[in-house]
């Protein structure tokens, strides 16, 4: 069994076209793994729905609690890209014994050409194979939590040498 | 480093839409790859584009031939899903030591629907971190090549108790 | 007040998963209007889901029949493309006095790179705008019935001279 | 011969994955004909990039200009919804003899559900039949300019009584 905590993030960003901009809803997760056709064993639970720029410490406060407190060992949490390394190493420091994979978009999953679909199959993939630790994966590959920069300037994910 | 050996499949059908049909064109898989925004070091390379349900021993010792000699040790290869199966038990037979991760989608990567995307990234993932074998990857989860059968009835792959 | 009748073709083609090919179900021109945000008045009927290789004049004399009796005078129909000429001049002998526009699409609305949407919109709008008449709407571009051929060879409709 | 003008709006926003931020890029236009398979003999000429909230009566100006001295007398200008009824007056007061169809979108070409596609459709079927005047093409319907109001809390166009 698997859990997946969604905390918002550019992967669920949505256009809101009453006020032309975008905005959070309901989060795009479970109508991603029906397109999946996903069989994995798994529970959706939405912690927040918020940019990544704005979590402060109460938040992940909240994220690491959820994620030592609830019964499965196996964790995917959906993340903004701007903080998604920060929010890895406070996991890693308090919610040990537990296989967790942080991931997230760089586009919208609303949009045509996101790279949500195939970021949330990759997290999924990784968190049922991988020992105790908190990765991150983007981009087809994995990375340990400490061995990881976001490269904002190319929008990719990097290893740390 | 990992190859990607394509076959054809349901996963690469295109819309002919001078003859009204399905067909296969050049494959979408680096198409994707890009999508996905994928940063995994890879060679794709077209076997064939057929019909799973087309493929014979003739084709199978060819996808055998290049698994074996090619020089990476990890290996996806896409497939039509009606006969992933068969395919997957020859490998085994004859490509020992290399972690082969087989994949397709149940819809068109060209049709809005598709699970083509989320397979795609679920197979590159497991076979980055799967000991040597062989198995089938598909709606999240791996299989190893002997614990696994397509339900044609409900379009879905399960494991063999 | 508008009416569209649906009668399949290319257009409402849907992927059946179970069995791996093209196939009708439920018509997508709902979902479309709605995708569209279309605040044109109208009822949409479903008079047939075929291939319109198949359509006999059994079928064109339902068609017929049905736009003759019904109470709106301007009327859209959606076709398959390869017979849609012939409907056209079957519906202009049989039906005076309304403005009847045919309709369908290359790619089905179900694939990314369908022009369904497209087709949807013009048709909707030459039908709201045109006298008395039946026309074919493919392309961004009307045609009086007895002024068009579909050339299969290269998949578009054209003027006829 | 057609010309269209592209003048920015919602229609035309991209996502930029960089910045996570809704910017403007090339439009989408050519695109969008190329998925329609439009056959309409036009000429797709950008004027500006801009949200329409920015649009002064410099903007306007040049809009105006170049509606007046190009050839063609079919005109559609792409737009954002928010002062699209301002320009379409603006328009209506300065080029006469012309018939011009201003159109847009709710939702950005770029997001899955965006009505671009249908509007655009729309727009160039009422451009090539209307009389002379200026009008706004919007969710199947168009309405003469001084005869339409957004309705900003629905996000549709409604004629004003």
């Known amino acids: 069994m698997l859990r997946v905590f969604v905390t918002g993030g550019t992967f669920d960003k949505t256009y809101d076209e009453i006020h032309g901009r975008l905005s959070f809803g309901d989060t795009h997760v479970p109508e991603m793994l029906t397109l999946g056709r996903s069989r994995v064993e798994l529970t959706v639970e939405t912690l927040m729905m918020i940019d990544s720029l704005e979590m402060t410490d109460i938040e992940r406060e909240r994220i690491v609690a959820r994620c030592a407190e609830c019964l499965e060992r196996r964790i995917v949490v959906t993340h903004g890209t701007d903080t998604m390394v920060e929010t890895a190493a406070y996991l890693a420091r308090h919610v040990p014994g537990k296989t967790i994979v942080l991931t997230g978009a760089m586009v919208p999953y609303a949009f045509g050409s996101s790279d949500g679909l195939f970021n949330l199959g990759s997290a999924l993939s990784f968190v049922q194979v991988l020992p105790p630790g908190v990765y991150v994966a983007m981009n ?22």
């Open 140 to 161: 087809g590959t994995h990375f340990a939590w400490d061995r990881v920069r976001k490269n904002r300037a190319l929008g990719i994910f990097e290893a740390l040498e």
